[in-house]
């Protein structure tokens, strides 16, 4: 059993930061790519930004330039700095984290999410 838990989430007045916090944690043998994606009021779920074991980044047009993504493999956690957050950031975060768990099975974890609204 894999765990996925988010912290962070909170309301903040449009032009603030926050920052998410994604711990996973069971039988973990490594974990590859972790992810945060995002699903705004009455949307799809989508994808904001991803990093991988090595530290390669790739980010979501739309948070570009204003989001943050790092991780720290020793902890299994990943982080996303947002910065300049906007009313369109509001949303649900969710965590994601692959890898292969202790019994080298493919693990695709998620966690139960962590609601950001920013305020106009």
């Known amino acids: 059993q894999v765990q996925v838990v988010e912290s962070g989430g909170g309301l903040v007045q449009a032009g603030g930061s926050l920052r998410l916090s994604c711990a996973a944690s069971g039988s973990i043998f490594v974990i590859g790519t972790m992810a945060w994606h995002r699903q705004p009021p009455g949307k799809q779920r989508e994808l904001v930004a991803i990093i991988t074991r090595d530290g390669t980044t790739k980010y979501a047009d739309s948070v570009k330039g204003r989001f943050t993504i790092s991780r720290d493999n020793a902890k299994n956690t990943v982080y996303l700095q947002m910065n300049s957050l906007k009313p369109e950031d509001t949303a649900v975060y969710y965590c994601?984290?692959?890898?292969?768990?202790?019994?080298?099975?493919?693990?695709?974890?998620w966690g139960q999410g962590t609601q950001v609204t920013v305020s106009a």
């Open positions: 994601n984290a692959q890898g292969l768990s202790t019994l080298h099975t493919i693990m695709d974890s």
